[in-house]
């Protein structure tokens, strides 16, 4: 006698659906992410606010599932810890969770001032399941 074994997914049962009496398939591993890349502020680009809009395009994956990011800027090219000769002004600033935009780009606008006249780094990296 045959068994026929389904996956337990709804939708793709009929897709998934084989006449082995195999155990289950072992499930994929972890994503591979490719590296959101940056569009702006560009290098050596003067702002004209204390709050800009940092924009990455999204990250690709091999797999479906929620990316979100983590964005940092900060006025050392090492991103240390550092205190802001500017009182009331970040001179790091660390954003997790930001969620993946749907139009193909994720944005992070700060909530706290940025130091003025100084030149500032930024990265970004993406993070999908555990």
Do not use: H
Not at 61 to 89: K, N, P
Request: net charge neutral; aromatic share 6%.
């Amino acid at each position: 006698m045959k068994r026929l074994l389904c996956s337990a997914a709804a939708l793709l049962v009929l897709a998934a659906c084989s006449e082995k009496s195999q155990g289950p398939t072992a499930p994929p591993g972890p994503p591979t992410l490719g590296t959101p890349t940056l569009v702006g502020p560009v290098n050596d680009q003067q702002l004209s606010t204390l709050r800009p809009t940092f924009t990455v395009t999204n990250a690709t994956s091999d797999q479906a599932g929620t990316r979100t990011y983590e964005f940092q800027i900060s006025d050392r090219s090492d991103f240390s810890s550092t205190t802001s000769a500017f009182v009331g002004l970040a001179a790091v600033v660390t954003q997790t969770g930001v969620a993946e935009g749907t139009n193909g780009q994720t944005t992070f606008t700060p909530s706290t001032d940025l130091q003025p006249t100084t030149r500032l780094y930024w990265r970004v990296r993406v993070t999908q399941g555990s």
